[in-house]
């Protein structure tokens, strides 16, 4: 669901839509995709609470009448779920956030694993930008591994559903090919890892440019 739509109907008249379009019963999922309408982001304190809990009920009507097989929620902080959950009959069953090797927001991670709340990691290869680094290259190299391998399996080991993005199929093929164990020490370590300072030319895109 757009960012964008922060009233119920706005939200319900999306999911019709987007069924429609798709000519489809059901969808497997939905997820409010930001706290905040994007050209907000970076823009304002507003956390658009009531904009975002009737946004909610649209989707928990819509799952209830089975359109919707799960719902969740993206880029949300646990204040901004906390205030989602004080008035949701259903609570969120995803978070889908920006989640790599050196960008780990553990605090987060670890209250939406607390609540019960499955925490699908975006862009576990930072778009890209992490095979841009010597240190994990070579630790991607220790493990017999490519960088984009360590990278998914680094988001598996913190208990996270991995979503990379790729067309082509031969990647596709070698990133589900993880079935190896990064040591403790090592995920520490990469837990820990330096913060990436520029996505290149995506860092305008408020999710890589710090801004949520």
């Given at each position: 669901?757009?960012?964008?739509?922060?009233?119920?109907?706005?939200?319900?008249?999306?999911?019709?839509?987007?069924?429609?379009?798709?000519?489809?019963?059901?969808?497997?999922?939905?997820?409010?995709?930001?706290?905040?309408?994007?050209?907000?982001?970076?823009?304002?304190?507003d956390?658009?609470?009531?904009?975002?809990?009737?946004?909610?009920?649209?989707?928990?009507?819509?799952?209830?009448?089975?359109?919707?097989?799960?719902?969740?929620?993206?880029?949300?902080?646990?204040?901004?779920?906390?205030?989602?959950?004080?008035?949701?009959?259903?609570k969120?069953?995803?978070?889908?956030?920006?989640?790599?090797?050196?960008?780990?927001?553990?605090?987060?991670?670890?209250?939406?694993q607390?609540?019960?709340i499955?925490?699908?990691?975006?862009?576990?290869?930072?778009?890209?930008?992490?095979?841009?680094?010597?240190?994990?290259?070579?630790?991607?190299?220790?493990?017999?591994?490519?960088?984009?391998q360590?990278?998914?399996?680094?988001?598996?080991?913190?208990?996270?559903?991995?979503?990379?993005?790729?067309?082509?199929?031969?990647?596709?093929k070698?990133?589900?090919?993880?079935?190896?164990?990064?040591?403790?020490?090592?995920m520490e370590?990469?837990?820990?890892?330096?913060?990436?300072?520029?996505?290149?030319?995506?860092?305008?895109?408020?999710?890589?440019g710090?801004?949520?």
């Amino acid at each position: 669901m757009a960012a964008e739509y922060k009233t119920y109907d706005e939200a319900a008249k999306s999911i019709d839509d987007t069924l429609a379009k798709m000519g489809l019963d059901y969808l497997d999922m939905m997820i409010i995709h930001s706290p905040q309408p994007w050209v907000k982001v970076n823009q304002s304190d507003d956390r658009y609470v009531e904009g975002n809990r009737a946004a909610w009920r649209a989707l928990e009507d819509a799952y209830k009448a089975g359109k919707l097989k799960a719902i969740g929620v993206s880029n949300f902080q646990a204040g901004d779920i906390e205030s989602l959950i004080e008035t949701a009959r259903i609570k969120p069953m995803v978070n889908q956030i920006l989640l790599h090797i050196s960008n780990t927001p553990k605090e987060l991670v670890e209250y939406c694993q607390k609540n019960d709340i499955v925490v699908e990691a975006y862009s576990p290869i930072a778009h890209g930008e992490i095979l841009n680094q010597p240190q994990i290259k070579e630790m991607a190299s220790r493990y017999g591994v490519t960088v984009p391998q360590l990278c998914v399996r680094y988001t598996l080991q913190l208990g996270a559903v991995s979503l990379p993005k790729t067309a082509n199929p031969e990647h596709m093929k070698v990133n589900a090919d993880v079935d190896f164990e990064i040591s403790k020490e090592d995920m520490e370590a990469l837990k820990d890892f330096r913060k990436i300072e520029s996505y290149g030319a995506s860092s305008a895109f408020p999710v890589y440019g710090g801004k949520l």
